[in-house]
């Protein structure tokens, strides 16, 4: 038994002004065959699990390209066609595979190509025609026709943050096991479910939903149900919720579950879509509130769907209504931080940063600030995996207030990102995070009120009126986009 394993996965905001190339994968994440030799990320979590649970078999284990990046615009024609071209090349020399495993994202798009996973998945299936090919994607995906019909067996994370990715890896490559020795013969089928938006899974109706996804998969004949949120942020035809259930050998069945779950799913849309608060409402809600540390979510400004990581609007707001005492960051400026290297370490400035990369960047700031702590090669935590941070700088303004800025888009994800560097947070009256929903977790620990805030930028969550020219139709632009289709 051969099995051959690759990872790809960057989520393409299709209306981000900045490219995704080869530098942006080098930057982030790049392993040509060797990324099980290093601790695992989100998106090589899956490799790790595979190469174990194969070896325990006695399974030939070739193991490809494992590239990530940061969330951006289109992936350059050029980029993509080096990424697939390595991940192809290496396949060419074990034709004979068996079992074919992939890590994908599921949204990527590049210069001239709307479905990357689909045209992927198509040379694969060229390539080697009677392996089995099992695919664990990232929620916010497109779930595509061109997707399905190349693969054999395909599934989403369920959990929103993402902290289910070994057991989706797990659960995949027995499917996959299973598929191969003959024991069972799956057949895909998903439902549109005309939704965009986006749901958190931790807490209320979604916790459920999800929950009811699992037992589903314990009725007779049912192997998987996934629920593919979409990524709203991309103007493509297949954009947008949609449920996507797995059975034995029972189109009718795969058919008939997958209706049922997206009828389900649609019928209490706004009981599970997000409702982010306006921010001059949020930051009155902060002022006035007398408890422990608050957290901010800077929902407009995450990196990890595609926003620069440097827009300033919340900073901006709270300097203006002259909050104290709070924590800011990540800001993506490796001008600033380069400069801050060369004053070093307790060095004072009046430093400009932020509001660098395009229009959602808003304006710089201009703030005196002490440089507290200046380190590189830290990471935080994403679940089990490790992500990285560049390199990280701290810097404190008037009004015990401490920023962090780095020189590697990424969100935050855990405490751990402010605390390393010597962040007291605890001590902090408010921390604003840039991130939508992967710092929630952890953050929800140390804080007494999380609040999700619309603020300005490249991924702002308000989802009635972004500009789609292949997806007029959906809620909740129409409330009942069923109905207006008709």
Request: a negative charge; proline letters at 5%.
């Amino acid at each position: 038994m051969r099995m051959f394993m690759a990872t790809l996965s960057t989520e393409t905001n299709t209306f981000s002004t900045m490219p995704t190339a080869m530098s942006g994968f080098e930057a982030y994440f790049l392993h040509h065959g060797t990324a099980t030799q290093v601790p695992p990320n989100l998106m090589t979590e899956a490799l790790h699990v595979w190469r174990a649970r194969a070896e325990e078999l006695g399974w030939e284990v070739v193991e490809s390209l494992a590239a990530i990046a940061e969330p951006a615009g289109r992936t350059t024609a050029d980029c993509y066609a080096a990424l697939i071209g390595e991940i192809l090349s290496d396949l060419e020399e074990v034709p004979d595979t068996d079992v074919i495993l992939l890590q994908l994202h599921g949204a990527m798009v590049a210069e001239g190509l709307d479905d990357c996973e689909g045209d992927l998945l198509r040379r694969i299936r060229k390539l080697c025609p009677k392996a089995v090919i099992g695919v664990s994607l990232d929620q916010h995906c497109h779930l595509t026709q061109k997707m399905l019909e190349n693969s054999n067996l395909m599934l989403c994370f369920k959990e929103y943050p993402h902290d289910d990715a070994t057991q989706r890896a797990l659960e995949l490559f027995d499917l996959a096991r299973r598929t191969h020795a003959g024991e069972i013969r799956p057949v895909m089928r998903m439902q549109d479910c005309r939704m965009v938006n986006l749901y958190l899974t931790k807490t209320g109706a979604m916790r459920g939903f999800v929950d009811h996804m699992q037992e589903l998969e314990s009725k007779p004949g049912v192997l998987s149900v996934s629920l593919a949120h979409g990524f709203p942020w991309a103007d493509v035809p297949d954009v947008g919720a949609r449920s996507l259930v797995i059975t034995n050998n029972d189109p009718a069945l795969a058919e008939r579950e997958a209706k049922r779950v997206a009828h389900a799913f649609f019928d209490k849309r706004h009981d599970y879509a997000c409702a982010p608060i306006p921010m001059n409402t949020a930051l009155d809600m902060a002022k006035n509130t007398t408890s422990a540390t608050v957290v901010i979510a800077d929902m407009g400004d995450n990196s990890g769907g595609g926003a620069p990581g440097d827009a300033t609007f919340l900073l901006s707001a709270m300097l203006d209504r002259g909050f104290a005492n709070f924590a800011s960051g990540i800001y993506w400026d490796p001008m600033a931080v380069r400069l801050c290297q060369d004053a070093g370490e307790g060095a004072s400035l009046n430093l400009r940063f932020g509001g660098k990369t395009c229009s959602d960047s808003g304006a710089p700031i201009d703030l005196p600030v002490k440089i507290m702590r200046i380190r590189s090669g830290l990471g935080q935590h994403l679940g089990k995996g490790r992500e990285p941070l560049g390199t990280l700088v701290w810097l404190r303004a008037k009004g015990d207030i401490d920023i962090l800025i780095n020189d590697l888009r990424t969100q935050v994800y855990h405490p751990e990102a402010f605390e390393q560097m010597g962040v007291k947070l605890s001590e902090k009256s408010i921390i604003a995070v840039k991130s939508l929903f992967h710092f929630y977790g952890p953050f929800s620990k140390i804080a007494s009120r999380i609040l999700q805030v619309a603020t300005p930028g490249g991924t702002m969550p308000v989802f009635d009126n972004i500009a789609y020219t292949h997806c007029p139709v959906y809620w909740p632009k129409v409330e009942d986009p069923f109905e207006a289709l008709v």
